[in-house]
């Protein structure tokens, strides 16, 4: 690219026809083209040639100046060349491609020619690169990141914490070889070798600069090599990273060796920060900024004496979500103190803003994957809120017998209530049992499309706009009477995300829908309920009820009233998950905890967990 740039040039230089004060015979014009395309192509050698300096000596100082700038292209035009009798001044401009290819520096340059026995020859001095620089000068560039700006939680206080970092670099003027340390540092970093050489050449030779920043784990893995490259030192620090308690929705930064850098095929800059999940990812520019870089003099002993041009920086900006740290708090809290993994994902009934996301997983009786945003899980009997909501809209009263058997048959398909049947059973107390095979049997009163249409006011299926990977939940059309009954208990069909099942939650709180909402500044789309204003107090009264009596009664705290429904689901041999999805003061939740026993586990979770909310 920087070739066919060059030529156009060339071409461009070749028809300027300036003739002010020069004779043609004689003219410096031609000598003047031909070096400022030897210098723009790369060609010092031959640039070289044209002045009255030493020949290798001026090759050298040509070089460096490139590489000290770490440009990656740099175009020269000619502007005019004045004579007077044997000396002509020739003027330029140049532009100045720096690496990362964010800035270019544009510069007027001038140097003066002398004429003997009828050739020109360009007069050689440092100042022939850039008009203040003096003998035993270099160019340099510095380039400063700002910090990373941070993803927040409601009251602004950043949900990545400190940790301890390890910056590993050099000091350019103690390198007995650049090059050498720059191969030996790529080689075992797997960067760039060319672009960690220009970034040592183009530093000043007195300040540490940082080549790599590397978390703990990875100093540890990279040390032992590394230690082994001349000249490269480390200085400890520290920086957030990773380690958010909400790490799917945080996510994570990497510096300068990130694979998702490479992969993008970015240039290597130290200094750089990538988001490489979650929003850190989705919100990279504005929470990197842009860093300031600047074009600068040192003299012979690595001293400053002359800034020539600074690009200052754009501070990131930082991103507010909704996540509150007293209910953040609370919630790993509760999940620290089980012996197996959980979830809570807890949000604002009001409205549908993420208040916590907490996570612990256990090895030896891990979550499902996809975490609490982006699982895709059945619901089990949590999912009778949607179906009693259903079966509420078509006219079943809460006091309605329906037996709640130990095996039911629907549809030629058998159903089965490990607890046993209850003869006098009503729809309330089926409900707040989880008795599955009266559900199954009750579906009979509705139609794939009046269970349909429920799931689809509860949001199933409604896209989300949170920035980060998310799932609202999925139904498959049910068919045939044993279809729309497994659907019914959520055990055929449906598949959901904790957060689903917390929002369907906070619709029957409010009795308002509403899209989640991470982030402070996106207002949610919202809904009315499906069922009408008694209708919707019968579902919370059976809420209120399943947890007063059924077997998420462990969760019937003393205070505000909590309203739920509790569900098992086998996920493998000897494994269940446990479902407690509800709300309380304002607040709704879903809550899961894996176990080896069909125990409703995740109830006790959910009373330690809103306890500690208060």
């Known amino acids: 690219m920087r070739l066919a740039v060059a030529l156009v040039v060339l071409g461009g230089l070749a028809g300027i026809g300036l003739t002010t004060d020069f004779e043609t015979e004689t003219s410096a014009e031609p000598v003047v083209q031909q070096f400022l395309i030897d210098w723009q192509q790369g060609h010092y050698t031959a640039a070289a040639g044209l002045t009255n300096g030493d020949p290798a000596d001026v090759s050298t100082q040509l070089t460096a100046a490139y590489r000290n700038l770490n440009a990656t292209a740099m175009f020269i035009s000619m502007d005019s060349v004045k004579r007077h009798k044997n000396t002509a001044v020739a003027t330029f401009t140049a532009v100045v491609d ?4 964010s800035h270019q520096w544009k510069y007027q340059g001038h140097f003066g020619l002398v004429s003997a026995n009828g050739h020109w020859l360009i007069n050689w001095a440092p100042s022939v690169i850039e008009p203040h620089m003096q003998p035993g000068d270099r160019l340099a560039v510095t380039t400063r990141f700002p910090p990373r700006a941070q993803v927040t939680d409601v009251a602004n206080v950043p949900l990545l914490p400190l940790s301890t970092v390890y910056h590993v670099g050099v000091y350019p003027g103690k390198l007995s070889s650049v090059r050498q340390t720059a ?31 590397l978390d703990p784990e990875s100093f540890a893995r990279l040390w032992p090599s590394l230690s082994h490259v001349r000249g490269v030192i480390e200085h400890r620090g520290d920086a957030r990273l990773s380690g958010s308690s909400i790490d799917e929705a945080v996510g994570s930064v990497d510096t300068e060796d990130s694979s998702v850098l490479r992969d993008v095929g970015a240039a290597y800059q130290p200094g750089m920060t990538i988001g490489k999940s979650g929003l850190e990812a989705a919100f990279q520019d504005r929470l990197a900024g842009t860093p300031q870089t600047s074009v600068i003099i040192v003299n012979a002993v690595g001293a400053k004496v002359a800034t020539l041009q600074t690009f200052p920086f754009e501070t990131g900006t930082s991103l507010r979500t909704t996540i509150k740290d007293s209910v953040q708090a609370a919630a790993s809290a509760a999940l620290a103190a089980i012996p197996s993994s959980g979830e809570i994902v807890a949000v604002d009934s009001a409205t549908g803003h993420i208040l916590a996301l907490a996570s612990h997983n256990d090895a030896k009786l891990p979550l499902p994957p996809g975490g609490l945003l982006n699982s895709q899980v059945r619901p089990g009997i949590a999912f009778t809120i949607v179906s009693a909501a259903a079966l509420l809209r078509d006219g079943l009263p809460v006091d309605s017998a329906l037996p709640c058997q130990g095996v039911a048959n629907v549809g030629g398909q058998t159903f089965t209530y490990p607890p046993g049947q209850s003869t006098s059973a009503t729809f309330a107390s089926d409900f707040a049992a989880g008795c599955g095979t009266a559900f199954a049997t009750a579906s009979l009163r509705l139609t794939p499309a009046s269970l349909a249409a429920a799931e689809k006011a509860f949001g199933l299926g409604t896209p989300w706009n949170l920035q980060v990977q998310a799932f609202s939940g999925q139904a498959a059309t049910a068919t045939g009477e044993a279809g729309l009954a497994a659907q019914a208990i959520g055990a055929s069909g449906v598949t959901v995300s904790p957060l689903a099942m917390a929002m369907i939650a906070a619709e029957v709180d409010s009795g308002v829908g509403h899209t989640p909402a991470l982030l402070a500044s996106d207002p949610p789309a919202t809904w009315d309920a499906p069922l009408s204003g008694d209708q919707l107090n019968a579902l919370r009264d059976l809420m209120h009820k399943a947890v007063q009596s059924g077997p998420a009664h462990a969760a019937n705290l003393s205070g505000t009233a909590v309203h739920g429904q509790a569900g098992i689901v086998p996920t493998g041999p000897n494994a269940w998950l446990s479902w407690f999805v509800g709300y309380r003061g304002g607040m709704a939740f879903a809550i899961l905890q894996t176990g080896h026993t069909r125990a409703q586990a995740a109830a006790s979770l959910g009373a330690a967990f809103l306890s500690a909310v208060g």
């Open 183 to 213: 191969t030996g540092f790529a080689a075992v970093t797997g960067l760039n070798q060319q672009q960690v050489l220009g970034y040592i050449s183009s530093a000043p030779p007195h300040d540490f600069l940082s080549l790599l920043t």
């Open 98 to 101: 720096l690496a990362g290819g």
